[in-house]
């Protein structure tokens, strides 16, 4: 009995003892909170902040402005497989208006090298050209190699006078010329050629050759076959072709020629065009 007594005064102690006191919880109220413990919090926040703001600094780094390269417009290419048919010394009053049914039969565009010489008086048939959609260039007035090469004063006033006639005529300003002779000619020498075309080219003017021809301007005669035969072989160098021929009253096979070569190069898959259409770098021969 006395036993039991003793365990339940020993229980209820134990059970006083584990309970808070009032004051004692008074007096952990008005304790302040670990300063290590708010370190440590304190030390959280500020790590997370720091990463948040590395991870913002990368975006903010100061650095050379990066400047967008403004596209150049690409230049129109060349059609390759395109033949320029050229006519030099016209134009011819019998030879010329033969010349341009063939060429509009076949829907076909070429060039004229005038010599104004030829032209004067055939205000018409210069506008007929024009008309049907060819391009006009010029090739001197008089064609005299000795009076036209013996300055570069007498080629300009020479030069200028056709294209006087030209956009009287028609009122087409020309954009290219030909040497009489071609660019390597041996009747001038490279000082004044090059004097020539440094003028010419800051007028807007291009010079432009050959690089195919039916030799129809040899001093030996040639059939109108042999001249085509030319025609088709001739070309040197790359496409596309500049194809040399004439159209003064003297060469009456070039409507006929024109009308074969036309046909040859068409099926050949080649097409037509004016060198007001032309794109490509001027073709001036170089001198050897």
Same mark, same amino acid.
């Given at each position: 009995?006395?036993?039991?007594?003793?365990?339940?005064?020993?229980?209820?102690?134990?059970?006083?003892?584990?309970?808070?006191?009032? !004051?004692?919880?008074?007096?952990?109220?008005?304790?302040?909170?670990?300063?290590?413990?708010?370190?440590?919090?304190?030390?959280?926040?500020?790590?997370?902040?720091?990463?948040? @703001?590395?991870?913002?600094?990368?975006?903010?780094?100061?650095?050379?402005?990066?400047?967008?390269?403004?596209?150049?417009?690409?230049?129109?290419?060349?059609?390759?497989?395109?033949?320029?048919?050229?006519?030099?010394?016209?134009?011819?009053?019998?030879?010329?208006?033969?010349?341009?049914?063939?060429?509009?039969?076949?829907?076909?565009?070429?060039?004229?090298?005038?010599?104004?010489?030829?032209?004067?008086?055939?205000?018409?048939?210069?506008?007929?050209?024009?008309?049907?959609?060819?391009?006009?260039?010029?090739?001197?007035?008089?064609?005299?190699?000795?009076?036209?090469?013996?300055?570069?004063?007498?080629?300009?006033?020479?030069?200028?006078?056709?294209?006087?006639?030209?956009?009287?005529?028609?009122?087409?300003?020309?954009?290219?010329?030909?040497?009489? !002779?071609?660019?390597?000619?041996?009747?001038?020498?490279?000082?004044?050629? @090059?004097?020539?075309?440094?003028?010419?080219?800051?007028?807007?003017?291009?010079?432009?050759?050959?690089?195919?021809?039916?030799?129809?301007?040899?001093?030996?005669?040639?059939?109108?076959?042999?001249?085509?035969?030319?025609?088709?072989?001739?070309?040197?160098?790359?496409?596309?072709?500049?194809?040399?021929?004439?159209?003064? @009253?003297?060469?009456?096979?070039?409507?006929?020629?024109?009308?074969?070569?036309?046909?040859?190069?068409?099926?050949?898959?080649?097409?037509?065009?004016?060198?007001?259409?032309?794109?490509?770098?001027?073709?001036?021969?170089?001198?050897?």
């Amino acid at each position: 009995m006395v036993k039991r007594i003793l365990a339940a005064v020993a229980a209820i102690t134990v059970l006083f003892t584990m309970m808070p006191q009032e !004051g004692v919880v008074a007096e952990a109220a008005k304790k302040p909170v670990s300063t290590s413990k708010a370190a440590s919090g304190s030390a959280i926040a500020t790590s997370g902040s720091a990463i948040a @703001n590395s991870g913002s600094s990368i975006d903010v780094k100061p650095g050379k402005k990066k400047h967008k390269k403004k596209k150049k417009k690409a230049a129109r290419k060349q059609p390759k497989k395109t033949v320029y048919l050229t006519f030099d010394d016209g134009p011819g009053s019998k030879v010329t208006p033969k010349l341009l049914k063939v060429l509009k039969k076949n829907n076909v565009k070429a060039t004229f090298f005038i010599v104004g010489s030829q032209a004067k008086g055939q205000k018409k048939l210069l506008k007929q050209i024009a008309k049907d959609g060819h391009t006009l260039a010029i090739h001197t007035y008089t064609h005299d190699y000795k009076k036209i090469y013996s300055s570069k004063k007498a080629y300009l006033a020479d030069f200028h006078k056709t294209e006087k006639l030209i956009k009287d005529y028609t009122g087409v300003q020309p954009k290219y010329f030909r040497f009489p !002779g071609g660019g390597n000619n041996h009747y001038m020498s490279t000082r004044l050629r @090059n004097s020539i075309l440094k003028e010419l080219h800051k007028e807007g003017y291009k010079e432009m050759d050959w690089n195919c021809g039916t030799s129809d301007a040899a001093a030996k005669y040639y059939s109108a076959s042999q001249l085509i035969k030319y025609g088709e072989t001739s070309h040197w160098g790359s496409d596309p072709i500049v194809l040399l021929q004439h159209d003064a @009253n003297s060469k009456y096979h070039t409507p006929d020629v024109t009308a074969a070569l036309i046909r040859y190069y068409k099926k050949k898959g080649y097409k037509f065009s004016g060198l007001n259409n032309y794109t490509g770098p001027e073709m001036c021969f170089k001198r050897k």
